[in-house]
């Protein structure tokens, strides 16, 4: 779903733990990427990933934590797919991680898998990274 001014948008979840970050991959692709989704209309950021997450992970957010971690974007004419911005929140959860629907399986991934993710992702990857969040 695109924002106001025609950019589509993914609202996604980075959560970080020992160094490494969430990621999934889809059934029948080869990257992977921090799950999360399109907001359908009418909905927040908050309610986007609150069903995202429980669609793809079977985990339930808890939006009361969420806390935006930047946004990022790619420019039209990118020839992976521009323009795009995603938009990123770290939030608690509850529940096991369960891959679900379109996910075939999730993995913890260190900056050494960059090349393993989409252009967007990968500078949400060089952010974590440059906060010493990722290793």
Known sequence: MANGSGVP???AWV???DGAVLVARSHGRDRFYLPGGHREPGESDGETLVREIDEELRAAIDP??????????V???HPE???FRMICYTAD?????????????K???RYADRDR????DGLVFDALYEAGRLT
């Open 9 to 11: 948008e993914k609202v």
């Open 15 to 17: 959560l970080v733990r």
């Open 64 to 73: 009361r934590s969420m806390v935006h971690f930047g946004s990022f974007e």
């Open 75 to 77: 420019g039209e004419g």
């Open 81 to 83: 797919h521009g323009p």
């Open 93 to 105: 959860h509850r529940g096991e991680l369960t891959p679900a629907r379109e996910i075939a399986e």
């Open 107 to 109: 993995a913890w991934f």
């Open 117 to 120: 993710v989409s252009v967007i």
